[in-house]
């Protein structure tokens, strides 16, 4: 689900907003886009309600990722018994004007798999990123 439609108190945006600036600072030129799902109903029986969707676009194709935009998905969970709801992975997929090059999951053996990959170092960065995700969102519950 589109991030801005997730920010349901200040907490949820906060942690939001270090992910954004997590990114950011490794890649000053990359653009945030909190909405990254169209708003129409094909669209919206294809979003997951239990996640939370950023997409990253650099200014032109990166060599690095081979791609021109990055989707990240944080993926939670709700405890029946608890009601604590949490992080459990993190997906992201690489994209440029043909579609869709790679897609990486932490719940996946933190591999990537498609027709191009991120070279080593920028796979390395990404995963880096992930579990700092992870770690954002789990440092206390989120709601």
Not at 27 to 48: M, S
Not at 54 to 60: A, N, R, S, V, Y
Not at 89 to 106: C, I, L, M, N, P
Request: proline content about 6%; glycine content about 6%; charged content about 25%.
């Amino acid at each position: 689900m589109n991030a801005a439609e997730q920010v349901k108190n200040f907490e949820v945006a906060s942690k939001i907003a270090a992910v954004v600036n997590l990114i950011k600072s490794e890649f000053p030129d990359i653009r945030a886009d909190l909405k990254p799902w169209l708003n129409d109903p094909h669209t919206r029986e294809l979003v997951d309600p239990d996640s939370i969707d950023i997409g990253f676009h650099f200014p032109g194709w990166s060599r690095l990722f081979q791609s021109r935009s990055i989707l990240v998905q944080i993926r939670f969970h709700e405890d029946p018994l608890d009601g604590q709801r949490r992080a459990i992975g993190v997906e992201a997929a690489g994209f440029d004007h043909q579609g869709k090059k790679w897609r990486f999951s932490t719940v996946e053996n933190w591999q990537f798999f498609g027709t191009a990959e991120p070279a080593p170092a920028a796979g390395e960065k990404l995963k880096y990123f992930c579990r700092q995700i992870l770690e954002v969102f789990n440092s206390t519950p989120t709601t």
